[in-house]
């Protein structure tokens, strides 16, 4: 059962060949076997879970206000708002929050039926691409638990690669879905910036962010994006744009298409074994009819660089509000405001996000904002143009999602360098607003390859179709962790 | 561009982030590093290019300015370090 995807699911449910406490029970003795190595969530919600079960199997049996979700288990991402329950962005500062309000996206899922089992790990507020940036504890990859599953939605992606959960949701800044999904051997899409409220979720950079599905599938992919897509008044910068049904894009065929493959993400920097799987998938891709054009992006070699002045300054910014007056953690060391601030942050933030906000609060302080951030945003615009460009003559991009496939726990966290360079592919991607996704594409030294499709804002659509088709003749998604 | 430990007291001051000695002395050389790799921008001619602060075009979005009730303030206290009654305390301001 714990392999099964959520359309699969869905169809046993509304057969009544299993109910969904049926299935949440299933699920849980699944958590229950394999949690201990995984260790993919921060908190379990059971007791709310079978309730939610129960009330599904309601509408089931009545047949009213059935959804695609309705009766799925799904685990949500640990930054995004659920009321009453406990919200950490795995982080020290928000170790107690309950948020008394739920996410837009949360909303969303209760309101379509599905049945939350808990909250997944993540780095710190986001910032990581391993998940050993969490307060509470790392996260192993399902495939071989000496390596990172990949950050900052590691939770949730190892959750999702385990059989834990048929989908989660992730948020992606600058690759905190896809490579995850690339290591994790997971489907992870990060749509156009503004498809999805952002309205409950702990904001991290605000004009990167976007929050998105992790699925064992691109039919699931399709299918939790067309529930939790849409404009939403309570974030001004969601799109007020129409939402396609997006399962209508899943067809099996890219005779025509044009799939230009990006230079740069195929040359030095990227491993040989995760090159040579993309190159079959290209070669697939001929091989299905479409046309594969060579695309030049000579901005991306500043794309980390830009990302590590961007992301870091909205950050310094949004984190100001933990402060431990309204909410999370205060310091016992308060003689007065001022070493009330300086001791809750100090006790209250881990060191990549310490680190994080002193670049940013550097990057925005007066003599450097011209040098570093204005320069960034000025860099930003030459990456959108050389997207542009490249959109000009192809229907989508392709290119691996990660350099690298999961590396060992431990490698790269003394050198926060190393580790942001692991979002060469992803961060691009970002800075433009622009949808991609990542499903697997292969495997080098038995762990999952990515490969990362990106298509231009708003169209979810072609690179849904892009990704179902290279899926239906490939067998990839099919291949379990054996954890 | 290297940075010293006097501009990393500076900034964890306009930070609001006490650091302890150990601390300083670890981000002054993972920070320099992280400048450093931010350097490479400089290389770039962007004399005529206008910043991108937002990906996809976003105009203001204005509202009516009506009060809208809370549904829930007890659970919005509830989180508060130290309440009393309808308001949040905290240390004295000024002697």
Not at chain 1, 104 to 117: C, F, P, R, S, W
Not at chain 1, 127 to 137: F, I, R, V
Not at chain 1, 355 to 383: N, W
Not at chain 2, 62 to 87: C, Q, S, V, W, Y
Request: proline share 5%; glycine share 6%.
């Amino acid at each position: 059962m714990h392999n099964k995807t959520a359309h699969e699911l869905h169809s046993l449910l509304v057969n009544k060949e299993i109910s969904s406490v049926e299935l949440t029970e299933n699920i849980f003795a699944r958590i229950d076997k394999v949690e201990s190595k995984v260790q993919a969530f921060v908190n379990l919600t059971k007791e709310e879970a079978l309730k939610q079960a129960k009330a599904a199997d309601e509408r089931i049996k009545n047949n009213t206000n059935i959804s695609p979700l309705t009766g799925i288990p799904i685990a949500i991402k640990d930054n995004m708002c659920t009321k009453g329950i406990l919200t950490t962005c795995s982080s020290k500062i928000l170790a107690n929050y309950l948020p008394p309000y739920n996410a837009t996206i949360v909303e969303k899922i209760n309101a379509a039926g599905a049945v939350m089992l808990g909250k997944t790990n993540m780095d710190e507020f986001a910032m990581g691409s391993s998940t050993e940036n969490s307060a509470m504890h790392p996260t192993l990859n399902p495939w071989n638990i000496g390596t990172v599953p990949g950050g900052s939605s590691g939770g949730s992606a190892a959750a999702v690669a385990a059989g834990e959960a048929p989908l989660a949701t992730g948020s992606d800044t600058g690759g905190s879905i896809r490579q995850p999904a690339s290591f994790c051997g997971v489907v992870g899409l990060k749509p156009t910036y503004g498809r999805v409220s952002r309205y409950g979720l702990v904001a991290f950079a605000s004009s990167l962010d976007q929050i998105g599905p992790l699925t064992k599938d691109v039919t699931d992919s399709a299918i939790l994006l067309n529930i939790i897509s849409g404009h939403d008044p309570k974030d001004s910068t969601s799109a007020n744009q129409p939402v396609p049904d997006f399962t209508k894009s899943l067809i099996d065929d890219v005779k025509g298409m044009k799939i230009g493959y990006i230079k740069e993400l195929l040359g030095q920097g990227i491993d040989p074994a995760v090159k040579d799987a993309v190159s079959a998938a290209m070669k697939k891709y001929e091989e299905l009819g479409a046309k594969l054009i060579e695309v030049s992006m000579p901005s991306f070699e500043y794309a980390v660089a830009t990302y590590y002045l961007i992301a870091p300054a909205e950050a310094s910014s949004n984190l100001a509000r933990f402060d431990g007056v309204k909410f999370g953690h205060r310091s016992k060391e308060t003689k007065d405001l001022l070493s009330m601030y300086n001791n809750t942050r100090r006790e209250g933030f881990g060191n990549e996000v310490k680190r994080r906000i002193m670049i940013g609060t550097y990057a925005l302080s007066a003599g450097y904002y011209d040098a570093y951030y204005l320069k960034a945003l000025k860099v930003r615009t030459l990456i959108k143009r050389d997207f542009e460009k490249a959109f000009e003559k192809c229907s989508v991009l392709i290119s691996p999602t990660a350099p690298s496939v999961a590396f060992k726990i431990g490698e790269k966290s003394a050198d926060p360098l190393s580790m942001y360079l692991s979002d060469i592919a992803t961060i691009p991607v970002n800075l433009a607003g622009l949808p991609a996704i990542s499903l697997p594409c292969g495997f080098a030294n038995n762990l999952p390859v990515g490969l990362q499709i990106i298509g231009q804002a708003y169209d979810e659509s072609s690179l849904l179709q892009a990704a179902f088709t290279y899926e239906q003749n490939t067998d990839w998604h099919i291949m379990k962790a054996t954890v | 561009m290297s940075i010293t430990k006097h501009d990393v007291e500076h900034v964890a001051k306009l930070a609001r982030l006490g650091l302890s000695e150990e601390e300083k002395e670890l981000f002054t050389k993972q920070l320099s590093d992280i400048l450093e790799f931010a350097d490479s921008l400089k290389k770039l001619d962007t004399k005529d290019v206008p910043p991108t602060s937002h990906a996809v075009p976003i105009k203001n979005v204005l509202r009516e300015d009506k009060f809208i009730a809370f549904n829930d303030p007890e659970a919005i206290l509830a989180n508060g370090p130290d309440t009393d009654k309808h308001m949040f305390r905290v240390p004295k301001i000024m002697e």
